[in-house]
């Protein structure tokens, strides 16, 4: 425990320090924002700063900092340093200058902000990739509360049944105004997980199970270790608890409802540190699960509902389930309005007519249908998509990394604190594209040398980039 309990409290102490020095990187100001000088009635809508941030948690609180934590945690101990160094160093960072961009460019979507900095090529890529990612996004985050939810219901209402449900709520919460669904609901769905978190994690204690430590080595613990290496598969398996671009693609919907950019570290930084203390009580958990029943469990649903449980009752086990549920629901919905927003921003279609609205929608979430009726009828199908899925999500957050680390070069800036962690997640997703089965296939060694190489190209185009930059070969 005393390893968790000091990534706990550098993932506390993170927040008031290296978030701060992002805060002053950045530089907030006094103007005004984009929720009071483009108020639409729909999307640009002012909030308070406290809903925003429970809106912006629930958002990026998907099944990652959950599932991915638990599947994460096979790993060893090597997870809770991931979540603790990617979370304040990188997602974090990510997600602050993500959202802090959109707040100063006018709410601009994600792909807009990477074309401004990575060039048009870039931008019409990532538009197709990302509303790609974003109806993924929704479909892999239908099945899983649908399924809590019917072990939690009578038998008639099983999963099929709940997945109808949440489907009708994804179509209601990206076709409303922000104000009239997630910003009413999403505050009852918050006290959910946080009970859940705060509930484990005093059982933690409680139980004071004999966690691994640091100092037993960073061995790989998994099962299928020669199949699945901690670099680069932990790194995409955790995703959300660290690091993920789908995070960036949220932000914009909250620069849209702020009313100060100061409010921007506790709203994006802040979110996610406290996703990332989530994964890690997860991931404390999953060990102990793990250490008393073996690793052969992979449904993270079992396993939340074992620990859940067996832990807190049968009612404070009803209301942690809920805070896991309410984690992906709260995070499909605002998939989808993602996506609708950034088709709009493409198409330069105005969104207060629910006509247009509609005209986006249909189409997308015709194509959601779609992929998750795959999901049910094929056995491996639910996997195969979420493994899909991570990689995507992974690859999002390289290319927001580089837009964040052009544009600190560019203003002068201290562009290194993204530089590492672009270059960083360039070789993770590089490398498990070449060693997944689910893409390449490769061996081990090739894989590296592939990861390597790419990581090599990134870094000299960069500074040839910068060299002719600062001598006023490139303009701004």
Same mark, same amino acid.
């Given at each position: 425990?005393?390893?968790?309990? #000091?990534?706990?409290?550098?993932?506390?102490?993170?927040?008031?320090?290296?978030?701060?020095?992002?805060?002053? %990187?950045?530089?907030?100001?006094?103007?005004? @924002?984009?929720?009071?000088?483009?108020?639409?009635?729909?999307?640009?809508?002012?909030?308070?700063?406290?809903?925003?941030?429970? +809106? =912006?948690?629930?958002?990026?609180?998907?099944?990652?900092?959950?599932?991915?934590?638990? $599947?994460?945690?096979?790993?060893?101990? &090597?997870?809770?340093?991931?979540?603790?160094?990617?979370?304040?160093?990188?997602?974090?960072?990510?997600?602050?200058?993500?959202? $802090?961009?959109?707040?100063?460019?006018?709410?601009?979507?994600?792909?807009?902000?990477?074309?401004?900095?990575?060039?048009?090529?870039?931008?019409? %890529?990532?538009?197709?990739?990302?509303?790609? #990612? $974003?109806?993924?996004?929704?479909?892999?985050?239908?099945?899983?509360?649908?399924?809590?939810?019917?072990?939690? @219901?009578?038998?008639? #209402?099983?999963?099929?049944?709940?997945?109808?449900?949440?489907?009708?709520?994804?179509?209601?919460? @990206?076709?409303?105004?922000?104000?009239?669904?997630?910003?009413?609901?999403?505050? +009852?769905? *918050?006290?959910?997980?946080?009970?859940?978190?705060?509930?484990?994690?005093?059982?933690?204690?409680?139980?004071?199970?004999?966690?691994?430590?640091?100092?037993?080595?960073?061995? /790989?613990?998994?099962?299928?270790?020669?199949?699945?290496?901690?670099?680069?598969?932990?790194?995409? &398996?955790?995703?959300?608890?660290?690091?993920?671009?789908?995070?960036?693609? =949220? &932000?914009?919907?909250?620069?849209?409802?702020?009313t100060s950019e100061h409010h921007g570290r506790p709203i994006f930084y802040g979110a996610?540190?406290?996703?990332?203390?989530?994964?890690?009580?997860?991931?404390?958990?999953?060990?102990?699960?793990?250490?008393? /029943?073996?690793?052969?469990?992979?449904?993270?649903?079992?396993?939340?509902?074992?620990?859940?449980?067996?832990?807190?009752?049968?009612?404070?086990? +009803?209301?942690? %389930?809920?805070?896991?549920?309410?984690?992906?629901?709260?995070?499909?919905?605002?998939?989808?309005?993602?996506?609708?927003?950034?088709? *709009?921003?493409?198409?330069?279609?105005?969104?207060?007519?629910?006509?247009?609205?509609?005209?986006?929608?249909?189409?997308?979430?015709?194509?959601?249908?779609?992929?998750?009726?795959?999901?049910?009828?094929?056995?491996?199908?639910? /996997?195969?998509?979420?493994?899909?899925?991570?990689?995507? /999500?992974?690859?999002?957050?390289?290319?927001?990394?580089?837009?964040?680390?052009?544009?600190?070069?560019?203003?002068?800036?201290?562009?290194?604190?993204?530089?590492?962690?672009?270059?960083?997640?360039?070789?993770?997703?590089? @490398?498990?594209?070449?060693?997944?089965?689910?893409?390449?296939?490769?061996?081990?060694?090739? &894989?590296?040398?592939?990861?390597?190489?790419?990581?090599?190209?990134?870094?000299?185009?960069?500074?040839?980039?910068?060299?002719?930059?600062?001598?006023?070969?490139?303009?701004?």
């Amino acid at each position: 425990m005393i390893t968790f309990t #000091l990534c706990l409290l550098a993932l506390i102490v993170g927040y008031f320090t290296y978030g701060r020095l992002m805060e002053r %990187i950045f530089g907030p100001d006094d103007r005004k @924002t984009p929720a009071l000088t483009k108020a639409d009635g729909v999307d640009y809508i002012p909030l308070p700063t406290w809903k925003i941030f429970m +809106i =912006q948690f629930l958002n990026i609180a998907g099944l990652g900092p959950i599932f991915g934590a638990i $599947m994460g945690a096979k790993f060893g101990i &090597s997870s809770y340093l991931w979540i603790v160094l990617g979370s304040i160093f990188a997602g974090a960072v990510h997600d602050y200058f993500a959202g $802090m961009l959109s707040l100063r460019y006018g709410g601009e979507s994600l792909p807009e902000i990477i074309g401004r900095y990575l060039g048009l090529t870039t931008k019409q %890529i990532m538009r197709g990739f990302t509303v790609l #990612l $974003m109806i993924l996004v929704g479909a892999v985050f239908v099945a899983g509360p649908a399924g809590l939810l019917a072990k939690l @219901t009578p038998e008639s #209402l099983d999963t099929t049944f709940w997945i109808i449900v949440v489907f009708i709520y994804y179509i209601l919460a @990206t076709l409303l105004p922000v104000d009239k669904i997630i910003g009413k609901i999403y505050p +009852i769905f *918050a006290i959910a997980l946080l009970f859940m978190a705060v509930g484990i994690l005093v059982m933690l204690y409680v139980n004071h199970p004999a966690l691994p430590e640091l100092w037993d080595g960073l061995q /790989n613990t998994n099962p299928e270790a020669d199949k699945l290496p901690i670099f680069p598969i932990m790194f995409v &398996s955790i995703a959300c608890g660290a690091i993920s671009g789908f995070h960036a693609t =949220q &932000s914009p919907l909250m620069a849209r409802c702020m009313t100060s950019e100061h409010h921007g570290r506790p709203i994006f930084y802040g979110a996610m540190i406290t996703e990332g203390i989530v994964a890690l009580i997860w991931a404390a958990a999953a060990t102990y699960f793990f250490h008393e /029943n073996g690793m052969e469990e992979d449904n993270a649903s079992v396993i939340v509902d074992s620990i859940t449980k067996g832990w807190l009752g049968t009612v404070g086990g +009803i209301l942690a %389930i809920l805070g896991v549920i309410a984690a992906p629901i709260t995070s499909g919905d605002t998939a989808f309005r993602s996506a609708r927003l950034i088709v *709009a921003d493409f198409l330069g279609l105005e969104q207060k007519s629910m006509r247009r609205r509609l005209y986006i929608c249909i189409p997308m979430f015709a194509v959601a249908i779609g992929l998750l009726l795959y999901s049910l009828q094929d056995a491996n199908g639910f /996997n195969m998509i979420w493994r899909y899925f991570a990689w995507a /999500n992974q690859t999002l957050a390289v290319f927001t990394l580089w837009a964040i680390t052009v544009y600190l070069a560019v203003s002068k800036k201290t562009y290194w604190i993204t530089l590492i962690p672009a270059l960083f997640m360039t070789c993770v997703c590089s @490398t498990y594209i070449c060693i997944a089965p689910e893409g390449l296939g490769l061996s081990h060694m090739l &894989s590296y040398y592939i990861g390597i190489g790419c990581v090599v190209i990134a870094i000299v185009w960069f500074f040839v980039w910068l060299g002719r930059q600062k001598s006023g070969k490139l303009s701004e």
